[in-house]
């Protein structure tokens, strides 16, 4: 059986309160979202807790995913997105120091190339938490400044500059462990 099917299969059994059916989803699609979760939550806590409330969203309004419009997990995703966002937007208050940014070496841009998923996943956890918000938005998970600007109640241009510190801020952090690395006597 292919993957679409199987997942549309899933889905109806769920529907009709098929236990296992739940189940199956879940162990198929807790990682990928766990991982979205790490991205905007501030610890591996509140990761689960987001992770937790996607899928309770995810159960209660399994009904309305429409099978012909696109992918189960683009669908999961979006709704662990919002999650996430809901949160972020109930818990912070986002005020921007909105001068301009530190200027980075465009040389050392080079060593973001040189980062695995991973150490890549523990740069972002450490920025600040509106800079981390605003750059899981608008670089992996797609959202344009507009779209950032009314979810999280923020300007235009709060959300650009927030967006701008953050990637200076990864970009320093990535560098300085990069000459740390190349520094240590590997012999």
């Known amino acids: ?5 199987l997942h549309n299969q899933l889905i109806e059994n769920a529907l009709q309160g098929n236990q296992q059916a739940f189940r199956k989803l879940y162990e198929m699609y807790k990682h990928s979202l766990f991982m979205v979760c790490l991205r905007y939550g501030k610890d591996r806590s509140t990761a689960q807790d987001y992770l937790q409330d996607a899928f ?8 309305q995913f429409d099978t012909t419009k ?12 919002n999650v996430c966002l809901a949160d972020i937007r109930k818990n912070t208050l986002y ?3 909105i001068t301009g940014a530190e200027h980075i070496e465009s040389n050392d841009v080079s ?11 523990v740069h972002i956890q450490q920025l600040p938490y509106g800079y981390r918000t605003v750059f899981n938005m608008y670089v992996i998970d797609g959202f344009s ?4 600007a009314a979810e999280l109640n923020v300007s235009i241009s709060t959300s650009k500059s927030q967006l ?14 990069q000459r740390t690395y190349n520094n240590i006597d590997h012999g």
Do not use: C, P, Y
Not at 70 to 81: C, D, L, N, S
Not at 111 to 117: F, K, P
Not at 145 to 148: A, N, R, T
């Open 95 to 97: 005020s921007v120091n």
């Open 145 to 148: 400044h507009k779209e950032i």
């Open 164 to 177: 701008m510190k953050a990637r200076n801020l990864l970009q320093k952090k990535i560098v300085v462990n």
């Open 1 to 5: 059986m292919d993957k679409k099917r």
């Open 111 to 121: 060593a973001l190339s040189q980062l695995s998923l991973q150490e890549m996943l």
């Open 56 to 63: 309770v969203n995810i159960f209660k309004n399994l009904k």
């Open 70 to 81: 696109g992918a189960f997990e683009a669908w999961a995703k979006r709704i662990t997105v």
